[in-house]
């Protein structure tokens, strides 16, 4: 009989069961689904806002309602035919629900903009926040849309987002 080489079964269990406590315990580190999809989340979100504030420009414009403070009949707030950074405004344009539902969102100036007119939106359930959060809070989180009004009828909103701190 010759001399088989080989591995016996219990060094094959040994070499599995390692294998599977390596994967357990690092697999969470190189996978991080769930800020990756909270980041998507918020991109996606700035997309929804420009296409609503687009629409309502349309309608607006159609509408003849392109002033400074205007309202159409769907109850949008406007400022140049735009969706106002408020609940009534593009909240409301893009049909986010109300606060703390999916979003939270607040207006101020939190990162020292020129206007007062930003309106912060960030993910519901990320970190602490909820309805009562203000927009230094948003702000703080670094995950989530700002949206600024139009400046004047020849300017559009500004929107903008910070992903840098949505995986953590």
């Known amino acids: ?22 994967a357990v315990t690092a697999a969470p ?13 918020v991109k996606g979100l700035k ?17 003849g309602k392109l002033g400074d403070s205007d309202q159409l009949d769907s109850g949008i707030d406007t400022v140049y ?4 950074a408020t609940a009534d405004g593009i909240a409301k344009a893009a049909s ?13 100036d939190a990162s020292n903009n020129t206007t007062a007119d930003v309106f912060y939106i960030a993910p519901a359930g990320l970190s602490d926040l909820n ?4 927009a230094e809070d948003i702000y703080a989180t670094s995950c989530y849309v700002s949206y600024a009004n139009a400046t004047d009828a020849n ?6 987002i910070d992903v840098s701190s949505c995986g953590n």
């Open 81 to 84: 035919g735009y969706p106002a």
């Open 29 to 41: 580190q190189f996978f991080n689904f769930s800020g990756d999809a909270r980041t998507s989340t």
């Open 1 to 22: 009989m010759r001399n088989q080489k080989g591995f016996t079964l219990i060094e094959l269990i040994i070499v599995i069961v390692v294998l599977g406590i390596l």
């Open 96 to 108: 986010l629900g109300s606060n703390n539902e999916d979003w939270v969102f607040a207006i101020g």
């Open 47 to 63: 997309g929804n806002i420009q296409g609503a504030y687009q629409t309502v420009y349309a309608k607006a414009a159609v509408d």
């Open 155 to 160: 300017t559009p909103p500004v929107v903008s």
């Open 131 to 134: 309805d009562s959060s203000t």
